[in-house]
C-alpha cells in the first residue's frame, strides 16, 4: 500500500527558504518520480516541478527556475522541494504526488501548508 | 509558455451529463500533450481522475470519460451524482514541462 506523507505546516519569514519533505513508502522508492504542486488560497492548481531519482533528472516550471530544487533521499524514501528567497506570495499548500504505473500523480499527499509572513 | 484554459464554471442536473474542455493558447491539445484531469473537493488533495487523455485509475467511477475534442481535451460526466460536486482541474505537459488550466468549478444542482 503505497502512502505520501508530508507535514501539516511550515511557517517561515520573507526572504528566508523553506525545505519541504515527502515521504513516498511502498515500492521501490527510485523508481518513481516525484511531482511538486502548489495551491495558494483560493486559487488554483501551479505545477512547480517533478524529479526522477533513481536518474537524478529534474524539470522545473520556468516561473521557479533559481529558486527551488528538488532532491531525494533513496535511503529514507524521501523527497524535498527547496524554495528560497520566500515572498509573501509563496505563502500556499504545497503537494508532491507519486508516480503510479510509470505515470505522474498516482498517489497524492496531503499537503504541507507554508505560511510566509514577518 | 503556454495559457490553458477551462470553463469557469459549469452547472450539471443530478443524472445530466456535462463536459468540460481544457485548451491551450499555443494551439491544439493533442494526446502528445498528454492531458490529465484532476477533481479537488473542498479542503481536500487533488484526485487524479484521468492520465494521458482517456485513462482512469482504479478509483475513477465509470461515469467519467477523457476524451479530445474539437482540438481541446475533454472530461464528460455521464449520470452527474452529488457527491461529483467539485473543483477540476486539467493538466497539459510541454516537452515534460505541466501546466495547469485555471480549473472548473462544478455545481450538481
Known amino acids: 500500500q503505497v502512502q505520501v506523507v508530508q507535514p501539516g505546516a511550515e511557517m517561515r519569514k520573507p526572504g528566508s527558504s523553506v525545505n519541504v519533505s515527502c515521504k513516498a513508502s511502498g515500492g521501490t522508492f527510485s523508481s518513481f518520480a516525484i511531482s511538486w504542486v502548489r495551491q495558494a488560497p483560493g486559487q488554483g492548481l501551479e505545477w512547480m516541478g517533478r524529479i526522477i531519482p533513481i536518474l537524478g533528472v529534474t524539470n522545473y516550471a520556468q516561473k521557479f527556475q533559481g529558486r527551488v530544487t528538488m532532491t531525494a533521499d533513496r535511503s529514507t524514501s524521501t523527497a524535498y522541494m527547496e524554495l528560497t528567497t520566500l515572498k509573501s506570495d509563496d505563502t500556499a499548500v504545497y503537494y508532491c504526488?507519486?508516480?503510479?504505473?510509470?505515470?505522474?500523480?498516482?498517489?497524492w499527499g496531503q499537503g504541507t501548508l507554508v505560511t510566509v509572513s514577518s | 509558455q503556454a495559457v490553458v484554459t477551462q470553463e469557469p464554471s459549469l452547472t450539471v442536473s443530478p443524472g445530466g451529463t456535462v463536459t468540460l474542455t481544457c485548451g491551450s493558447s499555443?494551439?491544439?491539445?493533442?494526446?502528445?500533450?498528454?492531458p490529465f484531469w484532476f477533481q479537488q473537493k473542498a479542503g481536500q488533495a487533488p484526485r487524479t481522475l484521468v492520465y494521458?487523455?482517456?485513462n482512469k485509475h482504479s478509483w475513477t467511477p465509470a461515469r467519467f470519460s477523457g476524451s479530445l475534442l474539437g482540438g481541446k481535451a475533454a472530461l464528460t460526466l455521464s449520470g452527474a451524482q452529488s457527491e461529483d460536486e467539485a473543483d477540476y482541474y486539467c493538466?497539459?505537459?510541454?516537452?515534460?514541462?505541466?501546466?495547469f488550466g485555471g480549473g472548473t468549478r462544478l455545481t450538481v444542482l
Open positions: 499555443a494551439g491544439a491539445v493533442t494526446s502528445g500533450h498528454s
Open positions: 494521458d487523455t482517456s
Open positions: 493538466l497539459v505537459s510541454y516537452n515534460g514541462i505541466g501546466v
Open positions: 504526488a507519486r508516480d503510479r504505473g510509470g505515470r505522474p500523480f498516482g498517489y
